[in-house]
């Protein structure tokens, strides 16, 4: 069963930086497509971004895509989420999130088995 830690949210002005990260509790996390999904208050959980199985390919959300990188490092087992530029509209709880099986890229929330519990990201103006 893999399990999913996410790690490096907080509060920041507008244009600061923050970096989540996301700790896999196996080491065949290697194997599952991965992605960063948020949810902000009153609203549905959305795509953020979301990177394959061999960290080579890469999608974002429009409203991220210039602004935040997804990378892997495989031998650390962990996914983390660069997030520049950040700006009040980004405040939400960042969930990582896995995929053992389907068609990359994978954008809907319906697409992913595992879960973290999430990190809470808050940018005031």
């Known amino acids: 069963q893999l399990q999913l830690e996410e790690s490096g949210g907080g509060s920041v002005q507008a244009g600061g930086s923050l970096r989540l990260s996301c700790a896999a509790s196996?080491?065949?996390?290697?194997?599952?497509?991965m992605g960063w999904f948020r949810q902000a208050p009153g609203k549905e959980r959305e795509f953020v971004a979301t990177?394959?199985?061999?960290?080579?390919?890469?999608y974002y959300a429009d409203s991220v895509k210039g602004r935040f990188t997804i990378s892997r490092d495989k031998a650390k087992n962990t996914m983390s989420l660069q997030m520049n530029s950040l700006k009040p509209k980004d405040t939400a709880i960042y969930y990582c999130a896995a995929s053992a099986g389907g068609d990359p890229p994978l954008f809907e929330v319906d697409e992913y088995d595992y879960w973290g519990q999430g990190t809470q990201v808050t940018v005031s103006s």
């Open positions: 990177i394959g199985s061999s960290g080579l390919n890469t």
């Open positions: 196996v080491h065949t996390f290697n194997l599952y497509i």
